[in-house]
């Protein structure tokens, strides 16, 4: 920190005219607030449009950020399509079991998490501007929506209304992604935080895992809620009672299959597609096992029926009337931004790794458009996921079209596959989600917050506890409330720091920071590090400066000395309002009656406006405020020799 | 706007040895969180305490602290006690009038009003330390309180219920204003800023003038709304009934005659007591002329029946349990927060009129305890009246003492004059209570807050309008709302400047703010004006400095010319979290790959510590952070004729 100032004897000295005083007071007008809102307004309407191009230009380049496919879609070659029809075959083998799972996650039927995996990725794949992402249903977005909307409709009671929910939600989830995107209001994704995220991701790890236990152990009654406690208990009781240990050990076996050839992939980085397929080996596996051995009349839980064929309309299933509109798109508002969050998050990685830029708004409109258009076609919340985006850059994809590649398949096994589902345990169901957890949880990352900022790291714990211990709602609102609280209370309660010269310059830095810098004697220079004055912390700051004003001066006093002049040095403080106008003018008011001269240096734009039209800089004198900290000492130093009494 | 730097040249040319670069890595570690939250626990526990004191004098000086009225008490002469004797009975003969007209307003029986003119200002003047305010029932308190209660229960239906009610929220005003005194929680107060409170009054005021039209009118049967629109129908279809203006020929002769003596009063400070007992006086004869004329026989409206003696206990009228405790403690606290406030407002400005100081904390733990204890006596949430208080100053009070006075004279006229009271036409109430308003409406402050600030302005238009359209919340609610938005969309849309050279100096500046400063060919420098680089900001940031150093790049590369490096200059962000950790990260690794230098200049001490911590200082290259742009600017300089590319 600290302020640094060149003495205005340099200025003079390299051939400077007017004094630098001047400069301070005869600055131009800042923009006043009805030229930043319009200008904001302008910047949203027309973001960065070169100028001088005719009406067909401008459509056509819209049309071409709209669907970014028409730009790199006229370059495409047939190499690139060879990666890509390997790489979205891939992601197909990993995307049917995990959709399967996740829409049992999300307590619908294993076909709608199947659909999920055919309309949203050919939307986003003619829309989106990621090249790597695989789009789809993903295990956050997926509790999240069966835990908010259960608690309004119960899925086992009434399945057909608890279902045209969640496509009433996701419904909403677009309209608030394509609304984000269109008003370019992607700053609220930004409210959360990434340590907020991580945490987040973590607990909601963990809480999926536990949700699994259900498939895993075949247990038939279980909780509606997520949080650990209740879950582990209502475990308790099931295994109190008869089970069957076969769904466990199929489960289990298959899990340990795929951690195996995980860790085989990772160990040769040419094996990745054995990753990949494992999920889908395990499903065949298993469903051939019980077929066979008929273990289904033995307790081993089975899928059973799966409709196929392409995804039905769903759009006389979405209400826009009724009691639960309202919760829906609150609902929806909170899918949203996650499903955002994580396919921002997910693309901005990649793209950074490959060395393009991705536009977040634009993203978030193609996102809105894939959940719209989803909702309407029987899909839940789709966004981008961590571990399929992940093989589908390790499978070598150049494009989105391996997206749709992905989805055709998806599109295939629904006509021709869904018969053989039918005796697929439900306890690999679970494997396979619960082999893709400790993607989400990343460890090394919340020790490298904690290592670079505990208050981060707090937020990233209240995240993690709130989820597990609460709800997901309770620990996203954890999160937002401590990174928030933070910002706030470094708002009204900024640092203030006493500067002291650099030995041998005029440079004035923090005395604390740089503990070789000297006091001048007879001269209190502060520093306030708050870049806005205001309402919120002018009397703390009032407070703060006149006590050690006033304590200086004692103590100068004590030392048979005395404190002539205090600099204010206001470089931070960006803007001010009238409260902390009236601050600085009780400030001035009170060191004037104890006879301590008042210098204000380097005062921002708007602050020294605001200052002239409040009539202050006349109270204070333009010749007390000064461009730098060294000129405010310069000026200070020659007064006190003036009064001859120079210490 | 501009940060400051000297040219390390100018460091080695007065003698010092090391090269500041190593200054900045070398900083020692600033204090961790865990010392920041002690250190705040420590200063919030023990104030300001002088080391090796004994047990026995820190108890007396808890003492003196908590009774100031010990510590002046010693040197009270009778000369202070002639002074205040007088100012207490000029304070009795206006706050006898007002208490009644305000206990009208909070459709409170007219004694509850004298009652509270009773306690509280006696448990104030042993406990305050303002020596100027005059404390009792005030108009905002009563209009916020009455609009607020009657939702809950309605007076006129159940007047005790009510009663209870307010006693209840009077109860729990005075425990938050207490708890916000006992855990220096003073800044909640700050939350308003000055322009909301401006607004707020302003339309309260206006508000309470509307609400008269009952008393003035003679009105029967009136709304519970507080809006204006609400209240204006009222009143049509009261007019459009048989009504009797004697009330209003009697309302308004007795204003005329109050804001007569006032203008009077303003004139000539010598008759500045006439202003004050006009009321008195108004009452006093309105009251012999209905009762000589029997005036009430033919429509005039009076008080009727005030019950006499001291305040009764309330201790077993206030209700811990029930179904409005919740809804009487968020009543509780609103008015603690307006109440405290105003009080604090008022305490100040004569505070710092006077010469001295006033410790808000303090303040809040008097008044707490003032209306905890009026709670228990039959009085409701009282504070500082600005009224009262100036005429207070005006009559020369010297000390607390005059709140005796008054609070004994009070007592006095409960003990033998409410009998009087009989006849006095509520007209006259209402008249004296549009007497107080013209003070609480201050265009002259809404003025210059236009001039000075536009954006407070509109937090002071919205918390007016919201008063006067909406409700009295409904105005706290907006002022609240526009104040924190303004702090929340500067924290996540912070300026960012580019910063010239002033012509000769090593004094870099915002170019926009200082015209005539110049760009150093080939290297681009950038000031991020946010005190905390953050998840909020730093996709933000972000993208706005890539943007402008490749649109900078491709400028300059069509003027033929290279851009060579980018100067940060963080001298403005005083923290970082892991977000714009990332986004440095990100910076310098784009930079690099287009070749572009990156360096930083002047991080503040939690962020450089956080750059070493997070190993960004090994990336970045510890030899491109500097303490100075000016070193920043000569290293890339240097650096860029190394290469043989100079331009």
């Keep these: 920190m600290g302020s640094l100032a060149s003495e205005p004897a340099s200025v003079t000295k390299h051939g400077v005219e007017e004094p630098t005083e001047s400069w301070v007071l005869n600055t131009p007008e800042p923009p006043s607030l009805w030229d930043e809102l319009t200008s904001v307004v302008r910047k949203t309407i027309v973001p960065r449009q070169k100028k001088s191009s005719s009406l067909l230009k401008c459509s056509i380049s819209a049309l071409y950020g709209l669907f970014p496919i028409l730009r790199w879609g006229r370059n495409?070659?047939?190499?690139?399509?060879?990666?890509?029809?390997?790489?979205?075959?891939?992601?197909?083998?990993?995307?049917?079991?995990?959709?399967?799972?996740?829409?049992?996650?999300?307590?619908?039927?294993?076909?709608?998490?199947?659909?999920?995996?055919?309309?949203?990725?050919?939307?986003?794949?003619?829309?989106?501007?990621?090249?790597?992402?695989?789009?789809?249903?993903?295990?956050?977005?997926?509790?999240?929506?069966s835990s908010m909307i259960q608690k309004v409709v119960d899925p086992s009671v009434d399945p057909n209304a608890y279902r045209k929910l969640v496509f009433t939600a996701t419904f909403f989830a677009g309209i608030f992604q394509a609304s984000f995107g269109l008003f370019r209001l992607g700053f609220l994704v930004d409210f959360l935080s990434h340590a907020a995220i991580v945490g987040f991701m973590g607990g909601a790890a963990i809480v999926i895992g536990?949700?699994?236990?259900?498939?895993?152990?075949?247990?038939?009654?279980?909780?509606?809620?997520?949080?650990?406690?209740?879950?582990?208990?209502?475990v308790l009781v099931a295994v109190n009672q008869p089970w069957h240990p076969d769904n466990?050990?199929?489960?289990?076996?298959?899990?340990?299959?795929?951690?195996?050839?995980?860790?085989?992939?990772?160990?040769?980085?040419?094996?990745f597609w054995l990753a990949a397929v494992a999920p889908l080996l395990s499903v065949i596996l298993s469903t051939l096992m019980v077929f066979v051995t008929r273990a289904d009349k033995h307790g081993v839980k089975i899928i059973q029926h799966v409709d196929g064929g392409l995804n039905p309309s769903s759009a006389k299933q979405i209400q826009f009337t009724g009691p639960?509109?309202?919760?829906?798109?609150?609902i929806g508002l909170i899918c949203a931004v996650i499903a955002l969050t994580e396919a921002i998050a997910v693309g901005r990685s990649f793209a950074s790794m490959k060395g393009y830029q991705l536009d977040g708004n634009k993203e978030m409109l193609a996102m809105g458009?894939?959940?719209?258009?989803?909702?309407?076609?029987?899909?839940?919340?789709?966004?981008?996921?961590?571990?399929?985006?992940?093989?589908?850059?390790?499978?070598?994809?150049?494009?989105?079209?391996?997206?749709?590649?992905?989805?055709?398949?998806?599109?295939?096994?629904?006509e021709l596959l869904t018969r053989l589902l039918y005796y697929t345990p439900v306890a690999i169901l679970a494997s396979i989600i619960l082999s893709a957890l400790p993607g989400l949880i990343d460890i090394k990352e919340a020790c490298s917050i904690w290592?670079?900022?505990?208050?981060?790291?707090?937020?990233?714990?209240?995240?993690?506890?709130?989820?597990?211990?609460?709800?997901v709602e309770i620990g996203l609102l954890i999160a937002v409330a401590i990174?928030?609280?933070?910002?706030?209370?470094?708002?009204?309660?900024?640092?203030?720091?006493?500067?002291?010269?650099?030995?041998?310059?005029?440079?004035?830095?923090?005395?604390?920071?740089?503990?070789?810098?000297?006091?001048?004697?007879?001269?209190?220079?502060?520093?306030?590090?708050?870049?806005?004055l205001c309402f919120m912390n002018a009397n703390f700051i009032r407070e703060r400066v006149m006590r050690w004003i006033l304590d200086e001066r004692d103590d100068t006093e004590k030392a048979g000395k005395s404190l002539?002049?205090?600099?204010?040095?206001?470089?931070?403080?960006?803007?001010?309002?009238?409260?902390?106008?009236?601050?600085?003018?009780?400030?001035?008011?009170?060191?004037?009656?104890?006879?301590?001269?008042?210098?204000?240096?380097?005062?921002?734009?708007?602050?020294?406006?605001?200052?002239?039209?409040?009539?202050?800089?006349?109270?204070i004198g333009g010749t007390w405020i000064f461009l730098t900290v060294g000129e405010a000492v310069e000026a200070c130093s020659g007064a006190k020799k003036d009064d001859g009494c120079g210490c």
């Design 76 to 145: 495409y070659d047939f190499k690139s399509f060879k990666s890509d029809l390997m790489a979205g075959l891939t992601l197909a083998s990993l995307g049917i079991p995990q959709s399967i799972g996740y829409a049992n996650l999300a307590k619908l039927s294993p076909q709608y998490g199947l659909y999920t995996s055919v309309v949203p990725p050919l939307i986003y794949a003619v829309m989106g501007s990621s090249r790597d992402i695989a789009i789809g249903p993903v295990a956050v977005v997926s509790l999240l929506l």
């Design 210 to 234: 536990f949700q699994q236990l259900k498939g895993l152990l075949g247990i038939s009654h279980f909780t509606n809620k997520t949080d650990v406690v209740s879950v582990i208990k209502a």
């Design 369 to 414: 458009f894939t959940n719209v258009a989803g909702s309407l076609t029987s899909c839940y919340v789709a966004t981008g996921s961590f571990s399929r985006t992940a093989v589908n850059v390790s499978a070598g994809c150049k494009t989105t079209i391996s997206n749709i590649v992905m989805a055709i398949t998806v599109f295939i096994a629904l």
């Design 451 to 471: 290592e670079v900022d505990k208050m981060d790291f707090l937020a990233c714990l209240g995240a993690f506890l709130g989820v597990l211990f609460g709800s």
């Design 483 to 532: 990174s928030f609280f933070r910002i706030i209370i470094s708002s009204i309660r900024p640092r203030i720091e006493m500067l002291g010269r650099i030995q041998g310059t005029d440079i004035f830095c923090s005395m604390r920071q740089y503990p070789k810098t000297t006091e001048t004697p007879g001269i209190l220079i502060i520093h306030i590090e708050s870049s806005f």
């Design 324 to 330: 639960y509109v309202g919760k829906c798109a609150k």
């Design 248 to 271: 466990f050990l199929l489960g289990c076996s298959f899990l340990i299959f795929i951690l195996i050839t995980r860790f085989i992939s990772r160990r040769n980085k040419k094996l």
């Design 564 to 619: 002539q002049s205090a600099v204010i040095d206001m470089s931070n403080v960006m803007n001010i309002d009238t409260s902390g106008i009236t601050v600085l003018e009780e400030i001035h008011k009170k060191l004037t009656s104890v006879n301590i001269q008042l210098a204000i240096a380097n005062p921002a734009w708007q602050v020294i406006h605001k200052m002239k039209l409040a009539r202050l800089v006349d109270k």
